[in-house]
């Protein structure tokens, strides 16, 4: 279809898809288990921005120079405007029969997690990394047309324009126009346990050794500095853990239990002091990741959840920070 | 100098010595945005990820939580900066903090150690 692509149809274009997109379709095809799902594609960002009601109002505020003092202010009107407009009828649709075949796969109690995927997020060149957001729980279809939005909206978040400002200093020439962003719309897996996997050690940039850390509930916490994970480091070429550190792991993600998206409660005293993965868990992550780097040739970065002790792939992208010698 | 604090470095083997400023807002971040040379930053928690425009100019970052894995971290060491994850500080008011010479460096292989002039 023009604007949506089911995980299951096979073609992985990043530019299309977003760097998340496509590396999901990828471990789709290499047997590696992913919540089902399909991407709005980054085509569709584009339609909205040409063809929407708000069409021309957005692109003359698009082509504003950007400037450090500026950003706040901007980025509220973006946001705004990306918000209160409506999708073109024809993208709307195709996002109903996307959404309405993934409801049939995943039953009626399930619920689904709106993710970005920008065109210039997870290259090898930078990771773009927490630039743009996800919004997790969403159970109805007007809550996923919104959620869509905000992804739309979140790529002017301070933070993203930000980093763009960032990367134009360092003499990359990132325009507001260029940037395209695809969203994925995926079963929610409600995770017991979530981390993040790096299949080097990127702290002293060892090739010898892979480092994972995990806490209760949904990864954010991790991501986005909230919490101080369980830290383990595992022998690369044979599996032996080497090192594990117990973090304090305070909060946690979950899902609001009145409803859509998630809360952030505090951990339970007994399980800030529990290790959050068992040996039986870490051998599990250990040769997803000895499996994730074979295939992409690279050593990864790799978002997984466990749910019933099942472990989902969330995202793997290449480690952007390794130093060439190592 | 006086050890105020340690945590997890996030790329071994870095030092950084600079003014220690501790930054709580996005218009914390954009005031810093001429001025962050040379400067080690302190943070709490979620959304810093907003120290990016000053990122590249700064010579380190401090975090009170957070490991290896945050996202900090992660753009830290795209730009080749030392970082201390999950500081545990025993100063009782990091305010006080603001504004000294600090210095921050790695230990061990992972840990970090921040330092201030007294």
């Known amino acids: 279809m023009e604007y949506i692509e089911f995980f299951d149809e096979g073609t992985t274009d990043p530019a299309l898809l977003g760097g998340k997109g496509s590396s999901l379709i990828k471990l789709m095809q290499i047997g590696i288990r992913v919540p089902p799902g399909f991407i709005l594609k980054a085509n569709s960002y584009k339609t909205f921005l040409d063809e929407s009601e708000n069409s021309e109002q957005l692109k003359e505020l698009l082509k504003t120079e950007l400037s450090i003092k500026k950003v706040l202010h901007f980025s509220k009107s973006v946001k705004q405007l990306i918000r209160s407009t409506r999708i073109p009828p024809k993208i709307e649709k195709q996002i109903k029969i996307g959404f309405k075949k993934l409801k049939k796969e995943s039953g009626s109690q399930a619920s689904y997690a709106v993710r970005s995927s920008a065109t210039i997020e997870d290259t090898e060149a930078f990771s773009f990394a927490g630039q743009a957001k996800s919004y997790l729980y969403n159970y109805t279809f007007d809550e996923i047309i919104l959620s869509v939005k905000k992804c739309w909206a979140s790529l002017f978040s301070p933070t993203a324009l930000f980093y763009i400002l960032q990367m134009n200093k360092k003499g990359h020439k990132l325009s507001l126009l260029d940037i395209r962003m695809a969203v994925v719309i995926q079963k929610m897996v409600n995770a017991e346990i979530s981390g993040v996997l790096f299949t080097s050690n990127v702290i002293n940039n060892n090739n010898n050794e892979m480092m994972i850390n995990s806490t209760w509930g949904l990864g954010e916490t991790i991501a986005n500095n909230m919490i101080i994970p369980d830290m383990f480091i595992l022998n690369k070429k044979k599996f032996e853990i080497i090192k594990t550190v117990v973090g304090a792991k305070e909060k946690k993600s979950i899902c609001n239990p009145k409803g859509s998206f998630t809360i952030i409660i505090d951990t339970e005293p007994k399980y800030q002091e529990i290790c959050s993965l068992n040996q039986n868990q870490l051998k599990k992550l250990y040769d997803l990741g000895s499996t994730l780097e074979r295939e992409f040739h690279s050593p990864q970065d790799i978002e997984w959840a466990i749910e019933n002790d099942i472990i989902y792939t969330l995202q793997s992208r290449p480690i952007t920070t390794l130093k060439k010698e190592t | ?118």
């Open chain 2, 1 to 118: 100098m006086e050890r105020i604090g340690e945590g997890l470095s996030c790329s071994s083997k870095s030092e950084a010595i600079g003014e220690l400023v501790f930054v709580k807002t996005v218009e914390d971040v954009i005031n810093l945005f001429d001025s962050a040379t040379g400067k080690i930053c302190l943070v709490e928690e979620a959304g810093t990820t907003t120290l990016g425009p000053i990122l590249s100019d700064l010579s380190g970052v401090l975090c009170t939580t957070g490991s290896a894995g945050s996202h900090l971290a992660i753009v830290s060491r795209e730009f080749g900066l030392p970082c201390v994850m999950g500081v545990r500080f025993n100063v009782k008011d990091l305010n006080t903090l603001n504004g000294k010479k600090c210095k921050i460096m790695t230990e061990e292989d992972d840990k970090g150690i921040v330092l201030i002039e007294s």
